[in-house]
């Protein structure tokens, strides 16, 4: 026993021992004596484990959504990988050319192509720090990859991938002379001396949709909608800035290796260039000045020849709604023109030889439109067309395009000056014959490619209905006033500076000269400055 403890150490000893008997059988008692205790703490334990099982689940069903997620966006990316192959290759090129209309833009300098971008490699024989930053460069490459691709993901009611596209585009124009439109005009209405106006607009901005759907039949299964604001105006206070929405073009594709089927409403495929304006997006620009356009309602049939890696021929035919041309009656009820009267569509067919050039596509093509009309009083009009387009790189830096056609009838497709027939005589006499109006036209492009980010343009179009039959027809009926243009001619200058991929500023000049009988000649001016982002 050690001096100044206490008790001894056998007292001590024995003391706790019995305290913990003591304690250990109160607490025995007051269990058997109070089961609800045990029971409701037994309660608690099963359901937090029960809570905690179910958290286990959810956990292990998120992780199975985000596997399926990463596997659906490996997929897409193969889908846009092999896409982005297509569309490098030359025969992509020549199946899809460029759409009236539509803006046609190339990713800038800065913008590198996607894949494109080597990545950063690991320095095996480099110091520790050397190779733990090139894998955090190479962490945060795969990083934005993946951000990219979770942003450009929209969501749908099927399971189908969804992409959302379009333009915001600001006009401002400065513009002298009396002209159909004030903020994308087609031709000179009178001298208008003296007048001028300034002005904005924002109607020209375009939404676009497109859907990419299943594999069927060997397909892959397509679709687009494009839609902008250039419908006309409510009638509202200042309503010129509330432009109504309005269907550009809505169209389905099945494509297959070398053949594609198209229905819905699409550009006019047998005139598929269009001058580059920023300045005219609503209608393409040099509309009614020698530049053939439509977006009518067809299906249509494409099928590609390859003759070797870098040339091959596409045919194409399809039958379209029989259009005329000119305004509906009716603002609500349709009722049939004097081309679906008829009850047959118009037809059209073109064919197109296609060659790699300095590293662009050079194309060569020709192509035949036919319409039948019937015209009040059982007057019956062949409308027709034949039309040739090229696309020639001239050098790396400048292309020269432009179309040609000679035709009747076909206003309706953008030429005549929107005139497609002229009357013999009084048309309110069921005996005054209808003619079909001849016109001969087209433009030209010359594309001068400054860097990857700034481009020029210059153009030039001409619509020349025949002189003779328009003054057969006045003089026929010297109390109406139209048809009375014979010749319009368009010219258009600008530039297109892009220092981003959506970004884009541009600057335009268009001169439009309007001939009429009697050497009648009036022009118009227009100054353009645009400003848009693509989304």
């Known amino acids: 026993m050690k001096q100044g403890s206490g008790l001894p150490d056998w007292m001590r000893k024995t003391g706790v021992t019995g305290l913990l008997v003591l304690l250990g059988s109160l607490v025995g008692w007051s269990q058997e004596s109070n089961p609800a205790v045990a029971s409701s703490q037994s309660d608690s334990t099963a359901a937090a484990i029960h ?18 997620e990463t596997e659906q966006y490996r997929a897409e990316n193969a889908e846009l990988r092999h896409e982005l192959q297509t569309a490098r290759s030359p025969s992509a090129s020549a199946a899809v050319p460029p759409t009236a209309g539509s803006y046609q833009l190339a990713p800038a300098a800065n913008a590198d192509p996607p894949h494109s971008r080597p990545a950063p490699k690991t320095n095996s024989t480099g110091s520790l720090e050397d190779r733990v930053a090139s894998l955090e460069e190479s962490s945060q ?29 600001l006009n401002l124009f400065n513009s002298h002379g009396d002209t159909d439109n004030l903020d994308f005009p087609s031709f000179v209405r009178g001298p208008g001396t003296g007048t001028g106006s300034f002005g904005a607009t924002m109607r020209q901005s375009e939404i676009g949709l497109e859907v990419f759907g299943p594999t069927w ?17 409510p009638s509202t206070w200042n309503g010129v800035n509330s432009g109504i929405f309005r269907l550009r073009t809505a169209s389905m594709r099945m494509d297959w290796k070398d053949t594609s089927i198209v229905a819905g409403q699409d550009n006019a495929f047998f005139s598929p260039l269009s001058p580059t304006s920023f300045a005219s997006l609503a209608v393409p620009a040099l509309n009614y000045a020698g530049n053939l356009w439509a977006w009518t309602p067809q299906v249509r049939v494409e099928h590609r020849f390859e003759l070797s890696g870098d040339q091959n021929i596409l045919l194409q035919g ?8 000119g305004f509906p009656p009716d603002s609500y009820f349709r ?4 081309g679906e009267l008829t009850r047959q569509p118009a037809y059209a067919i073109r064919t197109a030889w296609t060659r790699t050039v300095l590293g662009q596509p050079m194309t060569f093509g020709a192509a035949g439109y036919y319409s039948r009309q019937e015209w009040p009083n059982n007057n ?27 035709g009747k009838a076909i ?35 010359l594309k001068f490619k400054a860097t990857n980010t700034l481009e020029f343009n210059a153009a030039f179009g001409l619509d020349n209905p025949t002189t003779s039959e328009v003054r057969g027809a006045v003089a026929s009926q010297p109390y109406l006033f139209n048809p009375l243009m014979v010749q319009n001619r368009g010219v258009l200058v600008n530039f297109v500076f892009r220092p981003r991929s959506n970004l884009l500023f541009s600057g335009e ?13 009036n022009t118009a001016d227009q100054f353009n400055l645009i400003m848009g982002i693509l989304f």
């Open 141 to 169: 490459l795969v990083n934005s990859k993946v951000d990219d691709q979770y942003q450009t993901k929209v969501e749908s009611a099927s399971k189908y991938r969804v992409r959302l596209s379009g333009i915001v585009l």
């Open 411 to 445: 206003g309706g497709i953008g030429g005549d000056i929107s005139q497609t027939v002229v009357y013999d005589g009084d048309p309110g006499t069921p005996s005054t014959p209808v003619k079909g109006l001849d016109a001969i036209g087209g433009w030209s492009q």
């Open 509 to 521: 000049y268009g001169h439009l000269r309007t001939a009429q009988l009697n050497d009648v000649s």
């Open 335 to 338: 009722v049939p023109g004097p």
């Open 318 to 325: 399809g039958i379209m709604d029989n259009l005329t041309g």
């Open 51 to 68: 809570e905690l099982q179910q958290q286990v689940n959810e956990l292990r069903s998120a992780m199975a959504e985000m596997r399926s």
């Open 217 to 233: 039949a060997g397909a892959k299964i397509s679709g687009s909608l494009q839609a902008d604001f250039a419908g006309g105006f």
């Open 380 to 406: 019956y009009v062949d409308g027709w067309a034949g039309m040739a387009d090229w696309q020639v790189p001239l050098s790396r830096r400048v292309i020269f395009t432009g179309e040609f056609y000679r």
